[in-house]
């Protein structure tokens, strides 16, 4: 579904990322890990269109996203849970959602994406009219999620999405993206807590310094002495 080769991005005159390189299946659920500064949200921005590339290559469904913008990436299928939600904090629960589904074809059938969007989070229902800015860490991050859902997208992508968000509800969020997931969107995750990234998704990616460094499922990176030196702390 989604193919990373060699990916090279700037901001500016700084590279952000080197040489990243990525694949990932239909219906898989892969990690993206490392340090902060790593350039695992610059590879996110990427994938979506908000950073142009230098050099690499990024195909979605076998066709190439180089030179894609977002809302023509966001209209094929893809969707990023950015780092921070980024809400309209003066606008209701409710219009942030709608806010997922401007492109046209979302737009003609939000009924149906909305209804899921309230089943997975109850309390986005009851708190539809209420000012996104008003509600807790944990209930933002429900809102970041339903608006990405809300456009229908075959590919999630989800920025450190438990920033912020209390124990409880980071299990309540990881109980709804597991049944997201059962239903056939494939997800790449971006997760500080190496723990909770391996526990799951299926595979996993390590960036350093913009590099792509490691690749393996969860046995195996778990088993490598140099992720686990650098991201379990054991020696």
């Given at each position: 579904?989604?193919?990373?080769t060699?990916?090279?991005?700037?901001?500016?005159?700084?590279?952000?990322?080197?040489?990243?390189s990525?694949?990932?299946?239909?219906?898989?659920?892969?990690?993206?890990?490392?340090?902060?500064?790593?350039?695992?949200?610059?590879?996110?921005?990427?994938?979506?269109?908000?950073?142009?590339?230098?050099?690499?290559?990024?195909?979605?469904?076998?066709?190439?996203?180089?030179?894609?913008?977002?809302?023509?990436?966001?209209?094929?299928?893809?969707?990023?849970?950015?780092?921070?939600?980024?809400?309209f904090a003066g606008?209701?629960?409710?219009?942030?959602?709608?806010?997922?589904?401007?492109?046209?074809?979302?737009?003609?059938?939000?009924?149906?994406?909305?209804?899921?969007?309230?089943?997975?989070?109850?309390?986005?229902?009851?708190?539809?009219?209420?000012?996104?800015?008003?509600?807790?860490?944990?209930?933002?991050?429900?809102?970041?999620?339903?608006?990405?859902?809300?456009?229908?997208?075959?590919?999630?992508?989800?920025?450190?999405?438990f920033?912020?968000?209390?124990?409880?509800?980071v299990?309540?969020?990881?109980?709804?993206?597991?049944?997201?997931?059962?239903g056939?969107?494939?997800?790449?995750?971006?997760?500080?807590?190496?723990?909770?990234?391996?526990?799951?998704?299926?595979?996993?990616?390590?960036?350093?310094?913009?590099?792509?460094?490691?690749?393996?499922?969860?046995?195996?990176?778990?088993?490598?002495?140099?992720?686990?030196?650098?991201?379990?702390?054991?020696?």
């Amino acid at each position: 579904m989604l193919n990373i080769t060699n990916l090279q991005v700037d901001h500016g005159k700084l590279r952000a990322l080197w040489d990243f390189s990525l694949r990932v299946a239909p219906g898989e659920r892969v990690g993206l890990l490392g340090a902060n500064g790593a350039g695992k949200s610059t590879a996110m921005g990427a994938i979506v269109g908000l950073y142009p590339s230098a050099a690499g290559s990024i195909e979605y469904d076998g066709k190439p996203l180089t030179r894609s913008s977002t809302a023509q990436t966001v209209a094929g299928g893809i969707a990023l849970v950015p780092e921070g939600r980024r809400l309209f904090a003066g606008m209701s629960v409710l219009e942030n959602l709608l806010m997922g589904a401007f492109a046209a074809k979302t737009r003609k059938d939000i009924e149906g994406p909305l209804d899921t969007v309230m089943a997975l989070f109850p309390i986005l229902k009851q708190k539809a009219k209420q000012n996104a800015g008003e509600l807790s860490g944990g209930q933002q991050q429900m809102v970041a999620i339903g608006r990405a859902l809300t456009s229908s997208p075959k590919l999630l992508l989800l920025d450190e999405p438990f920033i912020g968000v209390a124990p409880k509800l980071v299990d309540e969020i990881l109980d709804a993206l597991r049944l997201i997931a059962s239903g056939g969107v494939t997800m790449v995750l971006v997760e500080q807590n190496t723990h909770r990234a391996l526990d799951f998704v299926e595979r996993a990616y390590v960036l350093e310094n913009g590099r792509t460094v490691l690749e393996g499922n969860r046995d195996a990176l778990l088993n490598d002495p140099s992720f686990a030196a650098k991201f379990l702390g054991l020696e």
